[in-house]
């Protein structure tokens, strides 16, 4: 006998108008089937019942006048939260079905397991409730699943306690705080085929970045086993961003990050027992390998997209791998809101914190963008919520939904477990209340009333410190900005941190720093991992061995790290110019990374020694050059950010240009092939007095006033005793300045300027402006200011320029009328 179409609706039936019928996740599911199955995207077989069948149920066990009862004291506050979300549940799971609702779930049960040749298949059977994943509520996770159910006793249970999860705690509290009337929502369950991710891995995707709402990436988290474990937070799973306008691109793996999670746990279909699945420790080697190869990450990013396109929004979606038919599938998809909703704002909140040398207690993954400074409330399980005070950081294992009443009155969040798409930084980020997941530890080191400060502005990295830090907010408005002949840049390091400006109008990058990224990401020497067998020191064999592992070639850590560093910072701005300034440590400062000592000279003067350009061809670190090479290539080649730029700093004489540019050729970056610039930094006197050699041999000039000024004034930029006299805008530096911008541009080269000099000093940027300067790159919190102060002194030069050439005629007229 066929399922009755009153209660049970196959997918492939449904599309996204009947949400009021089946719910969201099932009317999603179904829109899917229909409409992206061309494209490739596959979803699982399986079927919805309807609100009918939920709303039949209410009636034919009269639940409704109790439940409205239940409601009413709670509302009243004759009831707590728990005490009637208790009830409520009660009152279903102690429900029968009546014979046509059972009959009809049975028979689409059974009509399943035909379509796959099985007798009793195992099903996943989600809740999918007809006022969730609505564009402005999310109502993510309010609602129970349950995965590997099988034979249709099972499958009745579960979906009466489908029905019971109407009424968590956490969805009655949702419902309450979105002003949703309780008895209008009703439930679907959605029944659906089980993919053997418990063979293989499951994930979450997101089509933009959760954090900044940038919109030119996807963002997959996977670990191994049935999903679950990353939608709750139980795991810190693998993170892979793809950059989506490359992603068509023929030859092209535009994997901006990769970062491989602990992944110390997995959930699993259980083999015997009560329980149908079970959570097991993973191996080592499931710890230290990715789940998703490269090829797998890019086709669930081009199904992502797809989906997004067809639904015209950034969009939420879980997927899982068959681990015997080695098939992808896309489990659910909702709508994004949060970022969706910040899209609107024309402002930009920067958070920063005071003290920026204080040292952090503990490191994760950050939720928001925010810092909160307070008491530290250490809770070990849901049981304990009584005990939290209001306004402190909620400290625990892991906060799944059930947290979510106490999560609102939080100042921040920090939890042992987690990654940046698991269900509770989702709630997370929609009650806009910071969190730091996944720092494996915090249970463990923090005490319950210790002062912290939380802090998400350091990119995707949250960080944690000890005691109440000062910080600063500031709101920039980036309503109605003028637009400027001079491009206006940005000066980054941090590619954690890149995506958090993509709002910004810039016209590219003007410094992207790459030690920062040697130093924080890759943080070995290269030289050390070209030639490990001349690391002496023991401790720093150890620590290399240890980041090292999973890589045969140890060289090969040191590229793909950099590599990913570089395109991290490249692809926000794409397809603007991107200028990646090569290493410029100090030989002091290489010495500092790890294995750095065996290959570091000690020199006097560090400053004016080993750096920059002569570093490239010397023997100590030519071979570390070649990997520096390799990354920039790769990001330029196989990810496919054409628009990176390469700048060589401290280039003393031509004749050193010369041998930098042979050996950058000799590892396959020559200077207009691919269309490849390079540049050089105008920051040695002699770049100026030779301005005409170097611009023969580079496409432009970025001047660099630090070291500039301490050349021209002989000052070290470093003295405190000298501080008065260090001063970019002396007379002598501003004549240096003018000069190379001239001689630049009569031999048809750009110049630019990327110290820190035009943040700091309003009238040296109108000083640049009045020299005709191309462009100014700017630290990012500098931005609005100054590029308004740009554009006020074009605009007077402008005026000052028609003015003369409105004075000109009446000169003209008046020598012409003394004339003989």
Request: charged share 25%.
């Amino acid at each position: 006998m066929p399922p009755d179409d009153r209660y049970v609706a196959w997918f492939e039936t449904l599309g996204i108008a009947d949400v009021p019928r089946v719910g969201g996740k099932n009317a999603s599911l179904g829109e899917m089937m229909r409409s992206l199955a061309a494209q490739g995207v596959r979803v699982p077989p399986g079927f919805a019942t309807t609100a009918a069948v939920y709303r039949a149920f209410v009636a034919a066990n009269g639940l409704e006048p109790e439940i409205r009862a239940r409601l009413a004291a709670l509302q009243e506050g004759r009831a707590t939260l728990q005490e009637t979300g208790e009830a409520i549940r009660r009152l279903f799971l102690e429900s029968g079905f009546p014979p046509d609702l059972a009959d009809a779930i049975r028979a689409a049960y059974r009509d399943l397991g035909a379509r796959r040749g099985v007798e009793a298949p195992a099903v996943a059977v989600r809740s999918s409730a007809t006022a969730e994943d609505l564009p402005t509520a999310s109502f993510a996770g309010q609602q129970e699943t349950f995965l590997n159910v099988r034979g249709e006793a099972a499958l009745l249970d579960a979906c009466r306690r489908c029905f019971a999860s109407l009424f968590t705690d956490r969805a009655i509290s949702y419902r309450e705080a979105q002003g949703f009337d309780h008895l209008q929502v009703a439930l679907s369950v959605g029944v659906q085929a089980m993919v053997r991710a418990d063979l293989a891995g499951a994930g979450v995707i997101f089509t933009l970045d959760t954090e900044t709402g940038f919109p030119g990436v996807v963002v997959i988290t996977a670990a191994w086993g049935l999903g679950e474990t990353v939608v709750q937070g139980l795991v810190e799973p693998d993170r892979i961003l793809v950059f989506k306008p490359l992603l068509d691109e023929p030859a092209r793996t535009p994997i901006i990050e990769k970062t491989r999670g602990a992944k110390e746990r997995k959930l699993v279909t259980a083999t015997g027992g009560s329980a149908p699945t079970a959570l097991v420790e993973t191996t080592q080697r499931e710890r230290l390998s990715f789940v998703l190869q490269d090829a797998e990450a890019l086709q669930l990013a081009r199904w992502a997209v797809a989906v997004e396109r067809h639904y015209g929004r950034p969009m939420d979606l879980e997927w899982a791998k068959d681990g015997e038919t080695g098939e992808l599938f896309i489990l659910q998809a909702r709508p994004e809101t949060v970022q969706a909703r910040r899209a609107a704002s024309g402002t930009l909140r920067v958070w920063r914190l005071s003290d920026r040398r204080a040292r952090p207690l503990l490191r994760g993954a950050a939720v928001g963008e925010g810092i909160a400074a307070a008491e530290a409330c250490v809770l070990r399980s849901v049981e304990e919520i009584g005990r939290f005070r209001d306004g402190a950081i909620l400290v625990t294992e892991a906060t799944d939904p059930d947290w979510v009443p106490v999560m609102r009155r939080a100042a921040g969040i920090v939890t042992d477990h987690g990654g940046p798409t698991s269900h509770a930084a989702i709630v997370s980020r929609e009650l806009g209340v910071p969190a730091v997941v996944g720092t494996r530890q915090a249970t463990a080191l923090l005490r319950d009333g210790q002062p912290i400060t939380l802090s998400c502005a350091e990119g995707d990295q949250g960080l944690v410190y000890d005691g109440r830090l000062a910080f600063t907010v500031t709101e920039l408005d980036l309503r109605d900005l003028p637009r400027t002949r001079t491009a206006i840049m940005l000066n980054l390091a941090n590619p954690a941190a890149a995506l958090r400006w993509w709002r910004l109008p810039a016209a590219g990058v003007g410094l992207a720093r790459m030690e920062f990224i040697i130093n924080n990401h890759v943080r070995i020497h290269p030289m050390a991992l070209v030639r490990f067998a001349e690391v002496a020191d023991p401790e720093a064999r150890r620590q290399i061995e240890e980041l090292t592992r999973g890589y045969p070639d140890k060289a090969e850590y040191f590229v793909e790290h950099l590599a990913r560093g570089i395109a991290k910072l490249a692809a926000p701005f794409h397809p603007n110019p991107v200028i990646v300034r090569l290493s410029d440590f100090k030989s002091n400062e290489y010495a500092h990374l790890i294995g750095g000592a065996a290959f570091e000279p000690a020199e006097e003067n560090p400053m004016l020694g080993l750096r920059g350009a002569s570093r490239y061809y010397s023997a100590r670190y030519r071979d570390g050059f070649a990997l520096e090479c390799r990354a920039i290539r790769r990001v330029r080649e196989e990810i496919g950010l054409a628009n990176v730029v390469v700048m060589v700093p401290f280039c003393r004489t031509p004749a050193e240009a010369d041998r930098v540019l042979a050996e950058m050729a000799r590892h396959g970056l020559v200077r207009g092939q691919a269309g490849l610039e390079v540049y050089v930094m105008c920051e040695i006197p002699s770049n100026v007095i030779l301005a005409e050699e170097f611009a023969a041999r580079f496409d432009g000039f970025s001047i660099g006033s630090n070291d500039l000024t301490q050349l021209v004034l002989g000052v070290d930029r470093d003295s405190a005793e000298l501080a008065h006299l260090f001063d970019e805008r002396d007379e002598a530096v501003r004549r240096m300045i003018a000069d190379v911008i001239r001689r630049a541009h009569a031999s048809g080269v750009k110049v630019g300027i990327c110290g820190e000099a035009p943040s700091n000093h309003p009238e040296f940027a109108e000083f640049l402006v009045e020299q005709g300067i191309d462009s100014i790159s700017l630290n990012p919190d500098s931005f609005v200011r100054t590029l308004r102060h740009v554009a006020a002194a074009e605009a007077r030069l402008a005026r000052t320029a028609e003015a003369a050439a409105g004075d000109a005629p009446r000169r003209e007229g008046a020598q012409e009328g003394r004339t003989p």
